[in-house]
């Protein structure tokens, strides 16, 4: 009898647990579907459905000139990158980048080169640099469609990238002057000191490399041919990274650079001359005739080996701009969890708000 007596309040108990239980998942499935709800309200605000390929962005803070900056009329400073849906997270880190470490930020004035007006990457830029002075401009990859023969990296032949051999023609005649930068780095300095190099007469001024083994950048198809191959007689050709180049526009418009450099494009696309994409044309016209700058404002290969994208460390030296050239971006080693060393100093940079985090809020 007394285990009969005990076990009836304790199935009493385990119907009352049981209802609670019930209870309990209930409770647990409202609060499921409420945030269910949140995720779709938010994603469908904020990410919109038409283009799956468009981030979300943290709105960065705003920067303000210091004292003897003069104003932007004044004293202009003009930054061109490429702009697009795949690349906008490294655009938008390297846009903060500048602003964060300049002196005079309000005297930028950027311009974007795209290959369409994608209302959705403008209204990105618009919601994350409120204050940002700039424009856009299209360019129409037909001019280079014909003229891009396959390089040894698919990334490496999109018509965007070649947008840098057509600036002059681009950008308005009132920019004699201006810094190209590709979209995946970040810089560390304030680029006033870059965009205040004296050129010297040259066109173009970039760090140049002139240890590297030059001969490698062309075929032997090249080298052999030697109508080709006395191109750079007369030069001391070196290597230099177009990603980071101050160009005197005026100079390139009346010297008819964006001519020269496609007509390497042309004999490229005849006799393989060399293995690469938009920059052994640069090479050809260039090398051994540009104003050599610092070193420490082109600290590139970062993103690794074309072939098997390993980690690259530092050089030793100062460095006032971090660029992730190669096959690996830091972006994408992040977000795998794979990241290199040197990933953690764009990091800071990221104003990227992967969905997850408007879960956590
Ligand atoms: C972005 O801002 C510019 C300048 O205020 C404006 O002209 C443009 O329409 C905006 N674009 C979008 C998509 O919001
Ligand atoms: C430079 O590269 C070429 C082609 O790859 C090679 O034949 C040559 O030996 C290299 N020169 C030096 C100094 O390493």
């Known amino acids: 009898m007394a285990s009969w007596r005990r076990s009836l309040p304790s199935l009493t108990l385990l119907g009352l647990l049981s209802s609670f239980i019930i209870f309990l998942q209930s409770s647990y499935h409202v609060a499921k579907a409420t945030t269910l709800t949140g995720i779709v309200h938010r994603s469908l605000i904020r990410k919109p459905t038409s283009s799956q390929n468009v981030l979300v962005f943290r709105e960065a803070p705003s920067f303000w000139n210091g004292q003897a900056c003069g104003s932007p ?206 920059l052994p044309p640069f090479l050809l016209v260039l090398a051994g005739n540009i104003k050599a700058v610092d070193h420490r404002w082109n600290q590139h290969g970062l993103g690794g080996d074309n072939l098997e994208g390993k980690c690259r460390r530092l050089h030793p030296g100062p460095i006032s701009l971090l660029h992730w050239s190669g096959k690996g971006k830091p972006w994408l080693r992040l977000d795998s969890r794979k990241p290199c060393t040197v990933d953690h100093l764009w990091a800071p940079y990221d104003l990227y708000l992967p969905s997850t985090h408007s879960v956590e809020e």
């Open 73 to 278: 009329q004044t004293s202009p400073i003009h930054i061109s990158m490429t702009l697009d849906a795949n690349y906008l997270r490294g655009t938008v880190a390297a846009v903060l980048s500048i602003l964060q470490h300049s002196m005079c930020p309000e005297n930028f004035e950027f311009h974007f080169l795209c290959s369409g007006f994608d209302p959705e990457v403008f209204s990105n830029i618009n919601a994350t640099f409120p204050y940002l002075r700039y424009k856009a401009y299209r360019f129409d990859s037909s001019r280079v469609k014909g003229k891009i023969s396959k390089s040894i990296r698919q990334a490496l032949d999109q018509p965007l990238n070649y947008a840098r051999i057509y600036l002059a023609d681009m950008l308005p005649i009132h920019v004699n002057r201006v810094i190209y930068l590709d979209s995946d780095l970040v810089v560390v300095d304030d680029i006033a000191e870059l965009w205040g190099v004296d050129l010297e007469g040259k066109v173009l001024a970039a760090p140049e490399y002139c240890h590297a083994n030059f001969t490698k950048y062309f075929t032997d198809l090249f080298w052999s041919d030697l109508s080709l191959a006395k191109t750079f007689e007369g030069r001391n050709p070196c290597y230099f990274n177009t990603g980071v180049m101050v160009v005197d526009i005026d100079k390139w418009r009346k010297g008819g650079y964006t001519q020269k450099v496609e007509e390497w494009m042309t004999v490229q696309k005849l006799k393989r001359i060399y293995h690469l994409g938009s």
